[in-house]
């Protein structure tokens, strides 16, 4: 499961020609769920750039601890809470990688997943608008689950699933087919992320040190068989 996310100063408009900025990017190297968080949505046929409070709260959930900051991918259809917005409002959550924690006999390690390149990712989420009053409202979004790739499981069973930024504009246009969002919502690619442990520190939310995110030990990543 995402339980916290590394969003440092990203570069987005190469991933998503057209991108209009609303808000701007919020950065954090430790983000944990129920805070503001950056997405984006499609709005008039563009990418839109916006912010959300991260914990999917729609106008009839009573407790705000309850909204969920994660979905998972086989239950989108059938859960209430999640199926109208994976119908029809979806986004795409910037990141530059994802904290996982793999268990140990005494603790846990924690682990930064990250693309091979530390290059930007596009996490599937969807949203929902809470109105306040007739001319204020709420946006809050969760992220969409998938099961991980066996090179990833032995850290954690589940990851944000990835949108490949030319998949983007697909998976935000509100007419995409059910059928072609949820092949989507598969692992991601082998070579495409690796995993390094970080410091314990990252364990505290409020931690907001930027080395929290450095590398304490080598990177786990897809070694391909050689043929001989």
């Known amino acids: 499961m995402a339980g916290r996310l590394y969003i440092p100063m990203l570069e987005l408009s190469p991933l998503l020609p057209g991108l209009v900025t609303h808000a701007p990017l ?3 190297v430790n983000q944990a769920p129920r805070r503001p968080l950056s997405m ?7 990418p839109c750039l916006t912010a959300a409070f991260w914990g999917l ?40 990688g994802v904290y996982v924690w793999k ?13 091979i390149d530390r290059g930007p990712l596009l996490l ?17 979004t969760a992220l969409i689950t998938a099961p991980s790739n066996a090179l990833l499981a032995p850290l954690s069973d589940r990851l944000p699933a990835l949108i490949a930024p030319e998949q983007a504009a697909t998976w935000l246009a509100p007419s995409t087919p059910l059928e072609t969002l949820s092949r989507m919502l598969s692992p991601a690619p082998m070579e495409l992320l690796g995993a390094f442990p970080v410091s314990r520190r990252v ?4 931690c907001q040190d930027w080395s929290c995110a450095h590398p304490t030990g080598s990177m786990l990543r897809w070694q391909p068989v050689q043929e001989t």
């Open 26 to 28: 919020m950065t954090s």
């Open 40 to 46: 984006i949505r499609q709005e008039s046929g563009k």
């Open 57 to 96: 709260t729609p106008p009839w959930l009573k407790v705000l601890d309850h909204a969920p900051h994660c979905a998972r991918a086989e239950s989108l259809t059938e859960r209430n809470m999640f199926s109208e917005a994976f119908q029809a409002r979806r986004c795409l959550i910037p990141v530059s």
């Open 103 to 115: 268990p140990q006999p005494r603790w846990k390690q924690p682990f930064l997943v990250t693309r």
């Open 124 to 140: 599937a989420g969807i949203w929902c608008r809470y109105h306040t009053t007739l001319s204020a409202y709420n946006d809050s």
């Open 203 to 206: 364990n505290d939310p409020m």
